[in-house]
Structures are given as C-alpha cells and as structure tokens.
C-alpha cells in the first residue's frame, strides 16, 4: 500500500505542477514598430549631408523595449550602399513612443534613405506605468531662417521631485496633414523642478518646397535602458495641486444622497 500511495501523490504533484504552468503562459511581447520615418540630403563643402528622423512605437504596457539599435542605409541611384551607419537609441517606454533623429555624411549622393532597427531587448517596468509622467515642454517657437534651416527653442520641465541630469529634446517638423518632415535633437541638464531650463536646436536639411506647419517637441531621458526614468519615477511626483484653496468648505456636502426609507443623519 505504501508504494501506491507514494504513487498517487508523485501524479497529484504533476497534475498541480502542469495546471500552475497552464495558468503562467510565458508572455508574448510584441515587437517595436517603425510608425514614421524621413530623411533629408543636402549639397555640403565635404559631400552630402543625410539627416534622418523617426518614431519607435512600443505597444508593450508593461514592458521597456532597451537596447535598441537603428541602422540607416543609403543608397545611390545605382543602388551602391554609400551611407551606413547603425544608431543607438534611447529606451522606449511602455505603451509609449521615442521620437529619434540623426545625421551623416555620403561621399555620394543617396537617392534612398531607410531606417530599420534591431537588438530589442525587453525588461519588465519596476512600478505603474502611470508613474512614468512625461515632462513638460512649454514655449515652443520655430524660427524659418533665410539659409533654410529652421530655429526651435523652448523650455523643459520635471514633474518629479528628483532632478534629471541629463534629459533628450528632440522636436519634429510636420506639414498640415501630420506627415513627418525632419526633425533635430539636443541635450539639457540637471533639471529640477521648477527649473525650466531653455532649449535650442536647429533642423537642417529641409527642401525649399516644405511646408512646416506644426512642431512637436518631447523630452525623455537618455540611455539604453528605463532606468533612469524609473529612478526618477521611484523618488516620487510633485503633486499637481499645492496650494490651499481659499473658498469656504460647503455648508453641507451636496453629494451625499438620502436612500427612500432610510434615517436622515
């Protein structure tokens, strides 16, 4: 009798062990997507200067995509590959988007430009990723200079109570229906809050018959992995509210409800 019962329990524990595997499925991340993409070539003293923008889309919740890289190659009208370079880019965050651009320089001039990324790899965000708050970009202004170029500043903010050392301002140009243009990138550090520090950059490249129409504008951290938007996160948010509100309270809370049949307090 014993060698059974040592039998049935050995069947009981994989029947439990295989329904907690069941219950656990690994899970399944979905790949980055290249939402948009655009690129620019223009005549320079050493060659051509090819100027690139796009937009990473992580459709993750729960998940930073880290470690990822852009290759961007172009090519000539013979199809020879005369520009190669691969770009390191900053984490994506979860259910969120990285707005990334560059520049290079071709020897020849590239008739086609494409981006295309690899290396994704992914790691679970440490809180909510409503903790992950974006940071602020106010007073933005674009500038259409006469060489062409166009002139962005603005200033950026921190919505936590840690300050950012190092944060990433990348503005995008688009035309009235929303397709992207160029765009440019620039650094600002050791933001604090209530500090706005003031930003400028320039995006070159553009053709004479562009029609800029909008400008966006976003700010992230910078580096390969969401660690130093977690840590930001972890030390916490300033409240939005902060001051004390200077009308008397209600006489009488005109939100409660008396239920029919019930005792009035």
């Known amino acids: 009798m014993i060698p059974r019962i040592r039998t ?15 219950e656990k499925p690994p899970v399944q991340m979905k790949p980055l997507v290249l939402k948009e993409q655009a690129s620019t070539v223009a005549k320079s003293a050493d060659g051509y200067v090819v100027n690139w923008a796009g937009v990473l889309s992580n459709s993750n919740p729960w998940h930073f995509g880290e470690h990822v890289v852009a290759t961007v190659v172009g090519r000539d009208a013979k199809g020879a590959e005369v520009v190669h370079m691969d770009q390191p880019l900053d984490a994506v965050p979860p259910a969120g988007t990285l707005a990334f651009t560059g520049q290079a320089l071709a020897s020849a001039k590239p008739v086609n430009v494409t981006i295309q990324y690899r290396s994704t790899q992914w790691r679970q965000v440490a809180r909510v990723p409503s903790s992950l708050r974006k940071f602020p970009v106010t007073r933005v202004q674009t500038f259409k200079q006469k060489d062409g170029t166009y002139l962005i500043t603005g200033e950026v903010g921190n919505p936590y109570v840690l300050p950012a050392s190092s944060l990433v301002v ?24 209530g500090k706005n520090p003031r930003f400028i950059l320039t995006v070159e490249g553009l053709p004479t018959s562009a029609q800029v129409a909008k400008t966006e504008v976003v700010a992230r951290t910078w580096g390969s992995t969401g660690r130093p938007y977690e840590e930001l996160a972890l030390g916490g948010a300033v409240p939005v509210h902060t001051v004390k509100p200077t009308t008397a309270p209600f006489a009488k809370d005109r939100g409660r409800q008396v239920l029919p049949g019930g005792s009035k307090p």
């Open 170 to 193: 990348s503005a995008l140009l688009r035309d009235k229906a929303g397709k992207l243009l160029g765009g440019a990138s620039t650094f600002v550090d050791d933001v604090k809050q």
């Open 8 to 22: 049935i329990a050995a069947l009981a524990l994989v029947l439990v062990t295989g329904c907690s595997a069941a």
